[in-house]
């Protein structure tokens, strides 16, 4: 009787054991499914992100010509603005201002030509 009762009480070990085995065997399942569930939100995150991307670069495209067209103008306008505004100071000798103001007038000069080569890429893209 002593001996079943032991074997019993053995059973019983092992069967918690068992249990536990179990619940470790499952809490690891579902670290793994969540890590994989992760891993496909970072994708579909980064796919979203790269789809939204390049979803405003066409609606950019499509409203393009108007955009590059009303930029320019602008730009342009800007452009004569400070060179009436550098001819006065030289004008008026009031060199104070005057070298930076011609370095601004640089920066818009660069800013007109990056406008000028995206409009070009965009007419290439657009004529493929």
Same mark, same amino acid.
């Given at each position: 009787?002593?001996?079943?009762?032991?074997?019993?009480? =053995?059973?019983? +070990?092992?069967?918690?054991? /068992? +249990?536990? /085995?179990?619940?470790?065997?499952?809490?690891?399942?579902?670290?793994?499914?969540?890590?994989?569930?992760? =891993?496909?939100?970072? +994708?579909?995150?980064?796919?979203?992100?790269?789809?939204?991307?390049?979803?405003?670069?066409? $609606?950019?495209?499509? =409203?393009?010509?108007? =955009?590059?067209?009303?930029?320019?103008?602008?730009?342009?306008?800007?452009? @004569?603005? /400070?060179? $009436?505004?550098?001819?006065? /100071?030289k004008?008026?000798?009031?060199?104070?201002?005057?070298?930076?103001?011609?370095h601004?007038?640089?920066?818009?000069?660069?800013?007109?030509?990056? @406008?000028?080569?995206?409009? $070009?890429?965009?007419?290439?893209?657009?004529?493929?």
């Amino acid at each position: 009787m002593n001996r079943k009762l032991k074997t019993l009480a =053995e059973w019983h +070990v092992l069967q918690h054991k /068992m +249990v536990l /085995m179990e619940n470790r065997q499952d809490e690891q399942d579902k670290a793994i499914q969540w890590m994989k569930q992760e =891993e496909t939100h970072k +994708v579909l995150a980064k796919l979203k992100r790269r789809n939204e991307k390049l979803r405003r670069r066409l $609606e950019k495209e499509k =409203e393009c010509p108007e =955009e590059f067209s009303r930029r320019q103008k602008e730009l342009h306008r800007q452009a @004569l603005e /400070m060179i $009436e505004k550098l001819e006065n /100071m030289k004008k008026n000798k009031n060199m104070k201002y005057y070298y930076r103001e011609k370095h601004n007038a640089r920066a818009l000069c660069s800013e007109i030509r990056k @406008l000028l080569r995206e409009s $070009e890429a965009v007419i290439a893209r657009s004529r493929e």
